[in-house]
């Protein structure tokens, strides 16, 4: 790995040492954070996993992009924008429209010239893997069946079963989706494919 020495790594090592050593209630929201990201070689060891307040948890990846380079700083432009996506488990920390806009410039920029073509089978195995026995919640299936509540259904669109769920809302395609979110093409199937959690066709 191939990180710049500057102002940024330091505050992002002070953030994690100053996290590690402290001691937090049960009662206090928290996130575990890859110190080394797993995206640029980290693993799960517990060495590698810090518990960090959710505005920490924004702030460090703010950090990373700001000392890594090349590909591994494309990689952490779009963690740090997937960490502005609102979910229903995670609290989300708050940030400026100037903010979003520039992490949504890098976001769009780390995904151009990227690969939408057939991921490597060891990839599928571990997402098949990680969501095997995990059925979805009741919450969550009646949160799908009140998004299209009060629109008819054609024969056509029942037929065609490719609307796409997405976190920014329920698309009755993926052209349309990649369209309205300015995505190129393909990329809506292959986040179907790698972001099953997020991403995933309601049939």
Same mark, same amino acid.
């Given at each position: 790995?191939?990180?710049?020495?500057?102002?940024?790594?330091?505050?992002?090592?002070r953030?994690?040492?100053?996290a590690?050593?402290?001691?937090?209630?049960d009662?206090?929201?928290?996130?575990?954070?890859?110190?080394?990201?797993?995206?640029?070689?980290?693993?799960?060891?517990?060495s590698?996993?810090?518990?960090?307040?959710?505005?920490?948890?924004?702030?460090?990846?703010?950090?990373?992009?700001?000392?890594?380079?090349g590909?591994?700083?494309?990689?952490?432009?779009?963690?740090a924008?997937?960490?502005? *996506?609102?979910s229903?488990?995670?609290?989300r920390?708050?940030?400026?429209s100037?903010?979003y806009?520039?992490?949504?410039?890098?976001y769009?920029?780390?995904?151009?010239?990227?690969?939408?073509?057939?991921?490597?089978?060891?990839?599928g195995?571990?997402?098949?893997?990680?969501?095997?026995?995990?059925?979805l919640?009741?919450e969550?299936?009646k949160?799908?069946?009140?998004?299209?509540?009060?629109?008819?259904?054609?024969?056509?669109?029942?037929?065609?079963?490719?609307? *796409?769920?997405?976190?920014?809302?329920?698309?009755?395609?993926?052209?349309?989706?990649?369209?309205?979110?300015?995505?190129?093409?393909?990329?809506?199937?292959?986040? *179907?494919?790698?972001?099953?959690?997020?991403?995933?066709?309601?049939?």
């Amino acid at each position: 790995m191939e990180f710049i020495h500057n102002k940024y790594l330091q505050w992002y090592n002070r953030i994690i040492a100053n996290a590690q050593k402290r001691l937090i209630g049960d009662d206090v929201y928290t996130e575990s954070h890859h110190i080394i990201p797993r995206s640029l070689g980290g693993n799960n060891a517990k060495s590698n996993i810090v518990d960090l307040l959710a505005r920490e948890h924004f702030v460090c990846h703010l950090l990373l992009t700001k000392f890594t380079v090349g590909d591994q700083k494309r990689k952490m432009d779009h963690a740090a924008f997937m960490l502005t *996506v609102s979910s229903k488990n995670q609290q989300r920390y708050k940030i400026t429209s100037r903010q979003y806009q520039i992490l949504r410039e890098n976001y769009s920029a780390a995904k151009r010239g990227v690969p939408t073509g057939p991921r490597p089978e060891s990839v599928g195995a571990n997402i098949s893997k990680a969501k095997k026995g995990k059925p979805l919640t009741d919450e969550h299936k009646k949160a799908l069946t009140g998004i299209k509540k009060g629109r008819p259904w054609s024969d056509a669109r029942r037929k065609a079963g490719r609307q *796409v769920m997405t976190p920014f809302g329920v698309f009755d395609s993926f052209s349309e989706a990649e369209r309205q979110l300015k995505l190129g093409a393909n990329v809506i199937a292959y986040r *179907v494919k790698t972001q099953s959690d997020k991403y995933y066709i309601i049939k």
